[in-house]
C-alpha cells in the first residue's frame, strides 16, 4: 500500500498569511493526488486534483505542485473561512490512502 | 446540481450487519465509478469500496474486504454497501462518493453529507 506522509499534523496562521501543507508518498505517484477541505461537522470538499488542477468553484488563492514522491497545497492571503482540516489522497494504486490531514487555525 | 444523500446509519452489535444507501441526482450516474469513503470519530477519512460503472468490477482494502460488498442500481440511481461481521473498528460516518467518470483512477468530485454507523454492545 502507498503511505502518504502529511505535515505538519496543525498549524496555526494569521489572516493575511500564506500556509503551505506538504504530503509525500512512500512511491511515485505520478501526480494521482488530490486536496480536500473539510469543515467543522461538514462533509469533505476537492479542492485540487491532478496535483495542481483548482477544481470548480474552489478560490484561486488554493494552488497544489509537486510531483513524484513530494506534493503541497499553498493557501495565500488565509481567510476565516479557511478554517478546516485538509486531507490530501492518492488515486495511482488501489488501495486509495489519505494523509492524516492538517487542522488549520487562525491565530 | 449534484447531490449524494446517504441512509441506513445507526446502531447496531458487533458481528451484525447493516445495510447503507446513497442516492445519487444531478448527473448520469450510470456513467460515473462511485465509492464508499468513512471517517472513525475525531480521525482520518479511509477509503473503504469502489464499484465500476456497469457493477463488474469492486474494490476493497484489506480491512473490508471480504467482510464489505458494494454494489449499485443504475436505474435507481442508487450505491449501497452491505457491510457484515461488523467491528467496533467499523464505528464512523460513511460518506458516498462520486469518482471518475469511465474511469477507477479517478479523485472524489463530490460527496454525501455521511451516515453515522456506531458498533457497539
Known amino acids: 500500500d502507498i503511505q502518504m506522509t502529511q505535515s505538519p499534523a496543525s498549524l496555526s496562521a494569521s489572516l493575511g498569511e500564506t500556509v503551505t501543507i506538504e504530503c509525500r508518498a512512500s512511491?511515485?505517484?505520478?501526480?494521482?493526488l488530490a486536496w480536500y477541505q473539510q469543515k467543522p461537522g461538514n462533509s469533505p470538499q476537492l479542492l485540487i486534483y491532478?496535483?495542481?488542477s483548482l477544481a470548480d468553484g474552489v478560490p484561486s488563492r488554493f494552488s497544489g505542485s509537486g510531483s513524484g514522491t513530494q506534493y503541497s497545497l499553498k493557501i495565500n492571503s488565509l481567510q476565516s473561512e479557511d478554517v478546516a482540516s485538509y486531507f490530501c489522497q492518492q488515486y495511482n494504486n488501489y488501495p486509495f490512502t489519505f494523509g492524516s490531514g492538517t487542522k488549520l487555525e487562525i491565530k | 446540481e449534484v447531490q449524494l444523500v446517504e441512509s441506513g446509519g445507526g446502531l447496531v452489535q458487533p458481528g451484525r450487519s447493516l445495510k447503507l444507501s446513497c442516492a445519487a441526482s444531478?448527473?448520469?450516474?450510470?456513467?460515473?465509478?462511485m465509492a464508499w469513503v468513512r471517517q472513525a470519530p475525531k480521525k482520518g477519512l479511509e477509503w473503504v469500496a469502489t464499484?465500476?460503472?456497469?457493477?463488474?468490477?469492486?474494490y476493497y482494502p484489506d480491512s473490508v474486504k471480504g467482510r464489505f460488498t458494494i454494489s449499485r442500481d443504475n436505474a435507481k440511481s442508487s450505491l449501497y454497501l452491505q457491510m457484515n461481521s461488523l467491528k467496533s473498528e467499523d464505528t464512523a460516518t460513511y460518506y458516498c462518493?462520486?469518482?471518475?467518470?469511465?474511469?477507477?483512477?479517478?479523485?472524489?468530485?463530490?460527496w454525501g453529507q455521511g451516515t453515522l454507523v456506531t458498533v457497539s454492545s
Open positions: 444531478g448527473f448520469t450516474f450510470s456513467n460515473y465509478y
Open positions: 491532478d496535483a495542481n
Open positions: 512511491e511515485d505517484i505520478y501526480s494521482n
Open positions: 464499484i465500476s460503472t456497469s457493477g463488474s468490477r469492486t
Open positions: 462518493a462520486r469518482g471518475g467518470v469511465w474511469n477507477n483512477y479517478s479523485w472524489f468530485a463530490y
